[in-house]
Structure formats: C-alpha cells, structure tokens
Nanobody
Framework: QVQLVEFGGGLVQAGDSLRLSCTASGRSGSTYAMGWFRQAPGKERDFVAS???????SYTDSLKGRFTISRDNAKNTVYLQMNSLKPEDTAVYYC????????????????WGQGTQVTVSS
C-alpha cells in the first residue's frame, strides 16, 4: 500500500506561481510513475502531467511551458511547479501513483492523494 499526501495549495493571484508537492510513503513509493490531475467544480478529473521513475515527463498540451513536473526519488516526492497562473487553473489538484497503461487516464492509477485546493483570483 502507498499513501500520497499533497502540499502547497492555496489562494494566489493571476500571474503568480505555486509549487505543489506530493510525498509517497509505504511500499516502494519512489519506484512508481506518478501523475498530477486536477478537477474543477462540476468537471471531470483532467490529466495535467506525469513522470516516470527515470524522469520521463508528459504534459497535457495546454499546460506545456507553464507547468513543470519533477521528482526527487530520494525524498519519495513529486513536484508540480505552476507559473503564470490563471483563474481557469482553479481546481483541486491530485497526485496519483502506479499507473497501468496510459498515464493520461485517472482510471489507470492505483493510488491517489486527498487533493489540494488551488484558487487563482483575477
């Protein structure tokens, strides 16, 4: 079993930056591919980015250049650096681990964090 805990959400203004972190604990947390998703009120949970254990990254096209995913395997932690935030980035952000198949679909992930709220004011 792997437990995921997200940190770093909050209320920011448009144009600000924010860094989310997700720490994994439990069995072999650092060896899994991990992903970030977000879910706005009334909408589906959308793929943001993913990273393999070796550091290969993937992003949803609309967020490339503004968001950066990284990981520190020694700390069992994955990060999401979010720059130039916009009001439409407002959502609950979730980290997930151990996908089977495509990293872009939430149904493929075995473990989930509880989510952290990011609110961007205009």
């Amino acid at each position: 079993q792997v437990q995921l805990v997200e940190f770093g959400g909050g209320l920011v203004q448009a144009g600000d930056s924010l860094r989310l972190s997700c720490t994994a604990s439990g069995r072999s947390g650092s060896t899994y591919a991990m992903g970030w998703f977000r879910q706005a009120p009334g909408k589906e949970r959308d793929f943001v980015a993913s990273i393999t254990w070796s550091g290969i990254t993937s992003y949803t096209d609309s967020l490339k250049g503004r968001f950066t995913i990284s990981r520190d395997n020694a700390k069992n932690t994955v990060y999401l650096q979010m720059n130039s935030l916009k009001p439409e980035d407002t959502a609950v952000y979730y980290c997930a681990a151990d996908p089977s198949g495509s990293h872009r679909y939430p149904v493929n992930y075995k473990y989930w964090g509880q989510g952290t709220q990011v609110t961007v004011s205009s």
